[in-house]
Structure formats: C-alpha cells, structure tokens
T-cell receptor
Framework: GESVGLHLPTLSVQEGDNSIINCAYS??????FIWYKQESGKGPQFIID?????DKRQGQRVTVLLNKTVKHLSLQIAATQPGDSAVYFC?????????????FGKGTRLSVIA | DTEVTQTPKHLVMGMTNKKSLKCEQH?????MYWYKQKAKKPPELMFV???????INESVPSRFSPECPNSSLLNLHLHALQPEDSALYLC????????????FGSGTRLTVV
C-alpha cells in the first residue's frame, strides 16, 4: 500500500506485480516532464520523459501517463523487480521559454517485497 | 562517454576550510547545473551555467562559489561553510537549457564539522 507521513511517501509492492507511482504538478504551463530513479548513494537516473503534446509514452517495462486536465503524471512499472527499489522523482520544466530549469517533486520510495 | 563524473565522492571539512567540488562531462552538453540534496528531499537547484556563463543563481549564499572553466568542467568552491550545509551535492548536464533530460553525476557527500 501507500503511506504518507513525516518521511517520503512509500509504496510497497510484491515482486512481479505492477507499480504505479503518482505525481501532481501545479504549473499548467509546464510542457516537459521526466521521471528519475535515485538509488541509495547515487545521483538521479533518467528513466523516461514526456512532452505536453503527448498523454502516454512507453519504454522498456515503464510507461508514463500525463493528464494535463488534472495536472497529474504517473509512472507505471511492469513486473516490478527488487532492482526497482529506489526513490522516484518526477520533474517538470515549468515551460514558458523552455529555459527554466527542472523542478523536482517530493519523491516516492518504492520498496519491492521479494 | 555518457557520464557526469563528480569528485570527490565524500568530503569532510571544517567550518574554516576551503575546498572545491569538481564535475566533468564529455557529452558536449552546453548546460551544467549544481543541485543540493538533503536527506529524504528532492534535489534543489543552486546554479545554472549555459555556454560557460552563469545564467541562474538561486539566491545561494556567497560561501558557495561556482566556476565553469570550460564547457566540460564545473567547479563549486566552498569556504566558511556551516554544519547545515552538509548534504549531497549533485552536478548535472543537459544538451542545452530547455526541454532536455539532465544527466546527473553520483554526487559528493559533504559533511561540515
């Protein structure tokens, strides 16, 4: 299940199940979104991106969905594996000229139960 | 080469010390960034360089001084830091400013004592 408390929101899933990590953004002008995975002691690693003219994009085992109406972004991981355990951040480019730097969301910790 | 390399990986420094963090990329990226990350928090932007010129300083205290000697290198000079400056310092680069993904280094874990 998912819990939100004083620390990072955590999503716990069984190995082999699908994971869905959600992100809400506030700036309706944002036109570019990225999901990053950060493992302990490492920098964020690019997973997948999507531009605002799309509502879905698929990669290897991952799918990003964008709902601009409700300003919501999700990352779906198929057949979750122990190596997927990490903190996942969504990041947005707040748009306008495209020259604004990425802004990161709060992050969600994904724990995979073997 | 598709990496951003940061050195050192770990650094412990006293409040009166002067030290530098280094970042290097050979992907031909023309935008480079410094982010600061505290535990259980997202990365927070500090500085942006575009074509070796400082384009954004997010109101960072002057005890942090960035430098971009050339298109492949980015430094962060540290002087008279405070214990609350202890954090993971991340360098990133992108093809240019704009809608491009950032490639991050593994960071420097800084502890100020």
């Amino acid at each position: 299940g998912e819990s939100v408390g004083l620390h990072l929101p955590t999503l716990s899933v069984q190995e082999g199940d699908n994971s869905i990590i959600n992100c809400a953004y506030s700036n309706s002008a944002s036109d570019y979104f990225i999901w990053y995975k950060q493992e302990s002691g490492k920098g964020p690693q690019f997973i997948i991106d999507i531009r605002s003219n799309m509502d879905k994009r698929q990669g290897q085992r991952v799918t990003v969905l964008l709902n601009k109406t409700v300003k919501h972004l999700s990352l779906q991981i198929a057949a979750t594996q122990p190596g997927d355990s990490a903190v996942y951040f969504c990041a947005e480019n707040p748009g306008y000229s495209g020259n604004t730097p990425l802004v990161f969301g709060k992050g969600t910790r994904l724990s995979v139960i073997a | 080469d598709t990496e951003v390399t940061q050195t050192p990986k770990h650094l412990v420094m006293g409040m009166t010390n002067k030290k530098s963090l280094k970042c290097e990329q050979h992907m031909g990226h023309r935008a480079m960034y410094w982010y600061k990350q505290k535990a259980k928090k997202p990365p927070e932007l500090m500085f942006v360089y575009s074509y070796e010129k400082l384009s954004i300083n997010e109101s960072v205290p002057s005890r942090f001084s960035p430098e971009c000697p050339n298109s492949s290198l980015l430094n962060l000079h540290l002087h008279a830091l405070q214990p609350e400056d202890s954090a993971l310092y991340l360098c990133a680069s992108s093809q240019e400013r704009g809608n491009y993904g950032y490639t991050f280094g593994s960071g420097t874990r800084l502890t100020v004592v």
